[in-house]
């Protein structure tokens, strides 16, 4: 059952959030004919959203490179349960790496990809470069948090984290 109305219209969706500075949104039946116009409309410049608020969403069929475009810009994100496949995790990734994000608190509680869904190993290393940082409940390898750790400097904008829940591979617990 949708949290929706059936039949609504996809791009009255994404103008309704024209003016919005803070949206939540949880629904676990939102269709992703809905998710592409708020996200398309999120991603263009002139969007005042500037929080977003993502709760029991399936973002895995949003394409990835409008996932990225989308959620970096954004100043405050929180995914709940958001189902992030390794490309969208990459792409989000590689924007914050490469300055073409606006992140500064970013909360990710058992959004990544998990340990059998994994397409690699995740480049934790640009999350040192948002102010506000929290992992619950992700899948994350020894490899992954050491290289994290160690893009750590004092030239980073990285004041506050919280890592918690992280279910350790087998093979990697002592």
Known sequence: MSCLPA???????GEARTGVEDLELGCNSLPTNLLIPLLTKVSEVGSNLK?????????A?????????????MVW??????????????????AIDQGDSSIEELGLIGSLPTEGSRTGP?????????EELVLYNNFHTQQELVDFFAAMSESMKLRKLEIRGMPWPAEEMM
């Not at 994100?77 to 792409?91: C, E, N, Y």
Request: hydrophobic share 55%.
């Open 122 to 130: 995740l480049n934790l290393k640009p999350l040192v470069k948002v």
């Open 77 to 94: 994100l929180v995914l709940f349960r958001t189902r992030l496949t390794s490309a969208q995790v990459a792409a989000l990734l590689e």
């Open 51 to 59: 929080k977003l608020s993502l709760f029991d969403i399936n973002l």
């Open 61 to 73: 069929d949003v394409p990835a490179a409008l996932l990225a475009s989308a959620l970096t810009r």
């Open 7 to 13: 039949g609504l219209n996809p791009q009255l969706v």
